[in-house]
């Protein structure tokens, strides 16, 4: 009997267990990532041809304490290398595991290749060489706990690799992964018809009909770890193959199950073919080109098993909801008798199939934690309320996620010809009107952005995420929108892999129009679009004030002040911001606009430093200073309460008499200095109920404007 361990990626542990005692093995014992078990030579070749889920299978030599550089290096050190391996052949050293004495796992295999080479000079035999890529022979270290364990790869490359794949489609689906979800869901042991309707590269419908045609997972394989091994029985290990080929050619003709594959993209339709006829299971699969979406159900029952994409594979996070919705929606109505399993890195959009788990189980694909959920359509099942009618019935939308979307809807009702009048086509739809659903919607021409505002710590993130799944499941409906063109951006920090908090990498630029100016968008690339829609009134106010004056725009952001400004008659505009990219985006507006000529200025550089060493004078002064900076290219952190009165005074000695700051600031209970601003001979005067529009008035404490004259 010798001692093996079965690696495997997390979660596969339970299933390998059984796996490895119906082929034989004994003295099985489930660890982290992997199976112990023992067995006979023969087996162990029997184990390293026929396992569907191990990652590789390792020959245990060697185990015991591990304190020391020393004690790594003796342990290895003890073995007889020259009776596995011949010093003509070249080795590597894979080691896995930190902790203690070991800061790295490079310094662990040198450790014990320093060993290795000293054993074979010490019995006075010729070193070999290390090899780091493709070497002859691998031994294989894990250091855990104060434990190193040291042994032969005796199964070689990664045995998820079964040699039928010419090459893999995006995002590809490891073998075993795919052989553990039919495990797991329960397809192997009840062998019915199966369909795949996001079959990708057919990763999953292959190693199904492999299964049902009783194929050894590694029998294409041409390289196996015990090759090199000293130790190695070629002609037991022929006998295995060759049994193997004749099971595996018998299997394919008694075969009378159907499998069903089909994807969007003809590119990895044919690449699925290929792959399958590769495998010998070509002519047991029936593949198509087809959207998930309109799939019918090729048999009266069987088995659905996928793993559909996410994220930027599909389009933005409403698109797919929408999608896995429609999708959940398919299977209730015409998929009734069927089992369904569905494999997806986030819940959230499992959860947008509207469909009761029978089971969830944690899967990991490579180091991405997925959910595996299990579903048991009824026969009788009969179609669900069309997502039309989800506003008005309710259906299997929460009931105050139907209050949002009729909310939302009477809004846009109202603003929209409150915006025809006004001239604009860009505003505010929805500002946390319904306390739960705490996001803000705003309308650009005819693209929506939510921006979600951070959630109480009281309310479990899960709840959270649920209502956002909810908006943006009833927000396309409401206001009769092209789910592509919802666009979903959060300011919290991005948290593992979810997609929703991934800024898009394609640019969406579009033209907005406000009282005759139009501005440059960009939806997609920032968490700011490059207009603030609540600023609206201030900057048309600036435009009016600003005919045959000496205009300053401080603070300036994209310049759409200074836009109005300019467009309103100014005898010039200076255009001051820190940042680079926001005055070529103002230059932009201007080129829009089509104001040119060298009356309008544009200087990049820190404003408090500006203003100390600026000698102009000016007549409007515009001033959106940010509530707090501590930028590296300033010198000192900027605090607007703290700092408003010294910044004004700043600004006095730039302001001709007569001349007028307009002064505005986004900090909630901001309280203006009066009594000091007073005292350097300026008056102030709130203006906040002339500049704050419509489509704001419900969140007034965040718009703060003061217009202040020079007497």
């Not at 011949?86 to 662990?108: L, M, R």
């Not at 042994?151 to 070689?156: D, K, P, Q, R, T």
């Not at 690799?161 to 992964?177: F, I, W």
């Not at 190693?207 to 029998?219: H, K, N, Q, T």
Request: charged share 25%.
């Amino acid at each position: 009997m010798l001692n093996f361990f079965a690696a495997a990626p997390r979660g596969y542990e339970y299933a390998l267990s059984l796996e490895l005692a119906e082929l034989g093995a004994s003295e099985i014992k489930e660890s982290v990532a992997g199976v112990y078990f023992s067995a006979p030579l023969e087996l162990a070749y029997r184990i390293t041809l026929w396992s569907r889920l191990a990652s590789r299978i390792v020959l245990v030599i060697y185990k015991g304490p591990c304190e020391s550089s020393e004690q790594l290096y003796n342990a290895a050190y003890c073995v007889d290398w020259q009776t596995h391996f011949s010093h003509k052949s070249s080795f590597s050293i894979d080691f896995h595991g930190t902790g203690g004495f070991i800061n790295n796992t490079q310094f662990g295999a040198l450790k014990i290749k320093d060993a290795v080479v000293d054993r074979f000079r010490d019995d006075g035999i010729a070193r070999p060489n290390v090899e780091r890529v493709d070497a002859d022979f691998k031994i294989d270290a894990h250091y855990r706990r104060g434990q190193i364990t040291l042994g032969i790869n005796f199964s070689g490359p990664a045995l998820h690799q079964r040699g039928y794949r010419s090459t893999t489609g995006e995002a590809p689906l490891k073998e075993n992964l795919a052989a553990n979800m039919l495990v797991r869901c329960g397809w192997q042991q009840e062998k019915q018809d199966l369909l795949d309707p996001f079959c990708g590269s057919g990763t999953i419908l292959i190693e199904a009909a492999m299964m049902a045609c009783d194929i050894a997972p590694a029998l294409q394989r041409t390289k196996f770890g015990f090759d090199k091994w000293l130790r190695h029985q070629s002609a037991v290990w022929q006998t295995l193959l060759d049994e193997a080929k004749a099971r595996a050619s018998l299997g394919i003709k008694r075969c009378e199950l159907k499998f069903f594959g089909s994807d969007i993209d003809s590119r990895l339709v044919a690449l699925a073919k290929r792959n399958a006829a590769n495998a010998g299971v070509g002519e047991l699969i029936t593949f198509s080109v087809s959207n998930a979406l309109n799939i019918t159900p090729p048999v009266e029952q069987g088995f659905l098993v996928t793993n559909p994409p996410y994220g930027e594979r599909l389009g933005n996070v409403t698109t797919l909801l929408q999608l896995y919705y429609q999708l959940g929606d398919k299977f209730k109505s015409e998929f009734g008798g069927w089992k369904i399993a569905v494999l997806n890195s986030d819940i959230e959009l499992l959860s947008a199939l509207k469909l009761k788990a029978d089971k969830q189980m944690k899967m990991f694909n490579g180091a991405l934690e997925c959910a595996f959920n299990l579903y048991t359509l009824h026969a009788q099942s009969t179609r669900r309320i069309e997502p039309s009618q989800v506003l008005a019935q309710g259906g299997e939308i929460s009931e105050v996620a139907t209050a949002f979307a009729n909310r939302i809807k009477k809004n846009l009702k109202q603003l929209s010809k409150w915006a025809q009048r006004e001239g604009i086509d860009s505003y505010r739809l929805y500002d946390a009107d319904i306390p739960e659903y705490n996001v803000a919607v705003d309308k650009y021409l005819d693209y929506f952005v939510i921006q979600e505002y951070s959630a109480p710590k009281a309310i479990p993130e899960a709840v959270t995420k649920r209502r956002l799944t909810d908006i943006l499941l009833v927000l396309p409906q409401a206001i009769y929108a092209d789910p592509e063109k919802i666009i979903l951006k959060t300011r919290e920090r991005q948290k593992g892999t979810n997609q929703y908090q991934k800024l898009d990498t394609k640019k969406l630029e579009l033209v907005t129009v406000e009282y005759g100016a139009k501005f440059k968008l960009n939806l997609q690339d920032y968490l700011d679009t490059g207009l603030f829609l609540d600023h609206r009134l201030t900057r048309k106010l600036v435009g009016q004030k600003a005919k045959d004056r000496k205009v300053l725009n401080l603070f300036s952001y994209t310049g759409s002040a200074s836009v109005h400004a300019a467009l309103g008659g100014a005898k010039s505009v200076t255009t001051v911001d820190m940042s680079n990219t926001y005055l070529k985006w103002a230059q932009d507006n201007f080129a829009l606009n089509g104001l040119s000529g060298r009356q309008y200025e544009f200087i990049q550089s820190d404003c408090l430093q500006w203003i100390a060493e600026c000698e102009q004078k000016y007549d409007l002064i515009f001033i959106d200073p940010p509530t707090f900076s501590n930028s590296k290219r300033m010198e000192d952190s900027f605090d607007v309460q703290r700092d408003h009165v010294s910044l004004l005074t700043g600004l006095v000695k730039l302001l001709n008499p007569g001349g007028e700051i307009v002064f505005s600031n986004n900090k909630r209970k901001f309280k203006m200095d009066s009594d000091a601003i007073n005292a350097l001979g300026l008056k102030v005067t709130n203006i906040d109920d002339q500049t704050l529009p419509l489509d704001y008035k419900r969140n007034p404490q965040i718009h703060n404007t003061w217009l202040i004259t020079h007497e």
